[in-house]
């Protein structure tokens, strides 16, 4: 029996459903433990590129359990969108390889009218980018206890009282905060009486799944979205997501103890983006940020956005290190530095001349921050056919040792590619 974590270590996008879907391997089961449709994990399998939103990135996998826990907010639409589009590739998806937790709080159409009337309010330079999934003010209603979970589909009087409750409220602020139209909760009901029909074969206890897979000596995979400076506590708040991203959230948002957890690892893109608003110290707005941009293929698998691009921040690196306690890291997309010159590495903060190694919890302080880089030679070889270490140009070999120097933590895998087929393999995180 074995378990573990994987996390971003960034701004999340940094290609933890293709490393996920590789780890999938050596699991039985496969857990997502927090977000919700703001995240997407693209899969390139055999030519053949997914995106999933909710649904763990484990399911293209016939003989593995793949389990959605309490931390999720659920958009019914999407989850049965997700599973319809399985199957209309030929991927059927049975209740008997995807169970959804009914302690996960529901997304429901006022959240997401909130979300876009509450962030079109707001003057210029305060917007935070928000995806306007309405995972925030799920998020919201579920701490003030207002939320509605995914178990009151189950029992309709129950759901009738809190919908009507809550579309009250709700149209209270649309109508005479936001400028916006109200809700019609009558309409809601029947949308979400349909949803529940379809829902009802995939609810299970989640956490007694693993634990079950626990005593029964079977590995379990937790998959968590976005990455460790869009946590909602340990982030470059405001401009953070509504959930703890990193590795300790497994724990609550699965319903697992911490002396279950064996590994943590942590997924870092070999340079850096971001999506949305928000400081980003090491960011390019120059040639060589669209060189990454360009050739990584940088747009936001959610929004479709154009992502932000930077050389690979240190600090943050090492942040997610401490924050997440990793014992490994996964490097991705090293492939799309080949044909850079000069590669940079910030290695700490200056911030009004006073150096710091770590990120700042005031945001006038991030917002300030100049970035102390390391400069190294770049490398011209194209690393996507690249099958081991050793195949690697030495450059880019030191590169991958500053990194783990940083980071005082073993690189275990390098991705060079999207496909499964592109990946090193220096250690299976599993043993």
């Not at 008997?96 to 302690?103: E, I, M």
């Not at 379809?198 to 968590?224: M, Q």
């Not at 608003?277 to 929004?303: I, M, N, Y």
Request: hydrophobic share 40%; aromatic share 6%; charged share 25%.
């Amino acid at each position: 029996m074995s378990t573990l974590v994987v996390v971003g270590t960034q701004w999340g996008d940094e290609g933890k459903g293709k490393i996920v879907d590789l780890l999938t391997e050596y699991a039985d089961v496969i857990v997502r433990f927090q977000g919700g449709n703001n995240a997407g994990h693209t899969l390139v399998v055999d030519g053949e590129k997914f995106i999933f939103h909710l649904i763990p990135s484990g399911i293209l996998n016939d003989d593995k359990l793949c389990l959605i826990g309490n931390g999720i907010v659920i958009d019914p639409s999407v989850f049965i969108q997700e599973l319809e589009g399985l199957a209309s590739r030929g991927r059927p998806v049975t209740a008997d390889r995807l169970r959804l937790s009914p302690n996960a709080h529901l997304i429901m159409p006022y959240h997401k009218a909130l979300d876009h009337a509450g962030e079109a309010a707001k003057a210029e330079g305060k917007k935070l980018g928000t995806t306007g999934r309405g995972i925030g003010p799920c998020y919201e209603d579920k701490i003030v206890r207002n939320g509605i979970k995914v178990a009151d589909l189950l029992d309709p009087a129950l759901f009738r009282e809190k919908l009507e409750d809550n579309v009250k409220e709700k149209n209270f602020y649309l109508t005479k905060l936001l400028n916006a139209d109200p809700l019609d909760p009558e309409t809601i009901y029947g949308e979400f009486q349909d949803y529940a029909e379809r829902l009802a074969p995939f609810i299970d206890n989640v956490s007694v799944l693993i634990d079950d897979a626990l005593h029964k000596g079977k590995n379990v995979l937790f998959e968590g979205a976005q990455g460790t400076q869009l946590d909602i506590d340990h982030g470059t708040y405001p401009f953070v997501t509504s959930s703890n991203t990193v590795a300790g959230a497994a724990c609550c948002g699965a319903g697992i103890g911490p002396s279950k957890i064996d590994k943590v690892m942590g997924i870092c893109k070999a340079y850096t983006t971001r999506v949305g608003a928000g400081p980003f110290p090491t960011e390019l707005e120059d040639a060589v940020g669209d060189h990454l941009q360009e050739k990584g293929a940088e747009f936001g698998s959610t929004t479709g956005r154009r992502r932000r691009c930077g050389w690979l921040d240190g600090v943050v690196l090492r942040d997610a290190v401490r924050i997440n306690g990793l014992d490994g890291l996964v490097i991705t997309k090293l492939d799309v530095l080949s044909g850079l010159g000069q590669l940079n590495i910030c290695t700490e903060y200056d911030i009004s001349g006073t150096l710091h190694t770590f990120m700042p919890a005031n945001i006038r302080e991030v917002e300030s921050i100049r970035p102390i880089y390391r400069t190294l030679s770049g490398w011209d070889e194209d690393l996507s056919q690249m099958r081991s270490f050793d195949d690697l140009p030495e450059k880019a070999k030191d590169y991958l040792k500053i990194i783990e120097d940083m980071a005082e933590i073993p690189i275990v895998l390098i991705s060079v590619g999207p496909s499964r087929e592109q990946t090193i393999f220096l250690k299976n995180p599993f043993e």
